[in-house]
């Protein structure tokens, strides 16, 4: 049968950070409106889309051998349109089309709104179609910045982390230009979004059901925008979006240290919905490898911004993440930041290999020169005491109660070790505390998107197990009225 109407079954496969499933919800939802169906299933599809990244190469790498399977799939499938959006469309531009012939599609990370006609364009003409921003050398400032368009108009819940949960987008770009990373060329400029249309986006997702909203930026602390005459900051912004009625706990990542002031942290503390979570990377403990990686702080900064949130946030989480075997990094260096693991006690820390990109200043001027190998060791060893580090400070919250806001059934086995008969109307639940760490329950599903009490029991480094605790009504005596279980 030829397919003179193709019946639009669209594929996507999304990797990289939350820009890029918060960019696949935006390109889903506006395909959808087009009369496409997601499917799961690549071999059945007439549109695959690949939403893409370039941090490190073996992002990269992952998404070549992924288009590589696709290599003969246009013999038996004439009408299939394959695409490669995101960082690394933005990134490698033509030399996709060199790499994988089959592609028919490359768009950045700056025109997600034209997918659509893209697509049409490609299918109809079966020519190839790229549509990408000006690279950061290519024009002025503002001639670069409005070739990065930021697209957030339409949504679409099945493709949320759960239905009580949506990111939202109040930054694009990266200014920072740290010398590793690739961000800043395949995301364009920094700027800011207009307060005034995230409160109605974060009030048109409260109206859908959300109840938490995690706020989206590479440097999110940094959120800068004059409207009306105010100049909004972040501690604004969170003071605007915590009007929202229906909205139970608000996030935002990732923080830049520099920009952690003081009135952030006071605006953390006095507005009950937002997560006492910081997800602030100190990306390593040598002064040295710091000044290299043009981070911008020292350690000395980073401890004085620590004190600062632990004295006026106190229950407040930190976590970090960290490069292992950067250009010329000692045993010396390393050890600092083992040091600086220690000495911070994060919640928990993304730990990387260093991976040279093409373009950035580091490769550029410095040789990658630590072995896979001692980068391997380096970081294992950084795991390790780091997750010593994280089960111990767990073990802590054993005989406390923490505030869950339940995000639906668990998908984990915990369960296993949990080791406890359940009836048939409660489930194994998953949800974070405010802190952000994860707690598991047992509890009716349809507590998913309120917020329960559980008493921790147990913990392994990275979750809290607990029992949901049965809330007491005063009745001016002391009855006690269980409304949570069951
Ligand atoms: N904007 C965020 C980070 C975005 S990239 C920030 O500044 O914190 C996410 C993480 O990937 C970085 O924090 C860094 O630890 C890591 N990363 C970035 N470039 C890398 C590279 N070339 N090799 C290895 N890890 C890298
Ligand atoms: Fe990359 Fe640095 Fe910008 Fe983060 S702040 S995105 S690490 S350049
Ligand atoms: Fe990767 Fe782009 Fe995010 S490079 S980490 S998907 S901003």
Known sequence: MSHSEPNNKLFI??????????????VVAALRQDGYELTGNMKEADTILFNTCSVREHAEQKIYSQLGRLKYSKETRPNLVIGVMGC????DQKLI????PQVDMIVGT???????ELINESRKKRSRQMA???SRRGGSRTEVADSFQSYDPLRDPT????????FVRIMIGCDKFCTYCVVPTTRGPEQSRSPSALARETQALAEQGVKEITLLGQTVNSYKHVEDGKEYRMADLLELLHKTEGIQRIKFVTNYPKDMTNDLLYAIRDLPKVAHYLHVPLQHGCDDVLKKMKRGYTVP??????HRIREIIPSCAVSSDFIVGFCGETEEAHQ???EAVREFRFKNSFIFKYSERAGTKAADNYPDDIEDKVKKRRNNEMLDLQNAISAEDNADFIGRSVEVLVEGPSKSAVKAEQNRPTNASTNQLVGRSRCDRIVVFDGNPRLAGSIANVQIHDCTPTTLMGDIITRTIQHGSSDLLPILQG
């Not at 496969?13 to 935006?26: A, F, Y």
């Not at 690394?88 to 990134?91: E, G, N, P, R, S």
């Not at 493709?159 to 949506?166: F, G, K, N, Y």
Request: aromatic share 4%; net charge negative; glycine share 4%.
């Open 97 to 100: 089309f060199q790499r994988a």
């Open 159 to 166: 493709m949320r982390p759960s239905p009580h949960q949506a």
């Open 132 to 134: 990408i921003s000006l």
């Open 13 to 26: 496969e999304t990797v990289g950070c939350q820009m890029n499933v918060l960019d696949s919800e935006l």
């Open 110 to 116: 700056g025109q997600l709104a034209e997918i659509p």
């Open 301 to 306: 900064e980073y401890r004085d911004m620590m």
């Open 88 to 91: 690394m469309a933005q990134k």
């Open 336 to 338: 600092k930041t083992m």
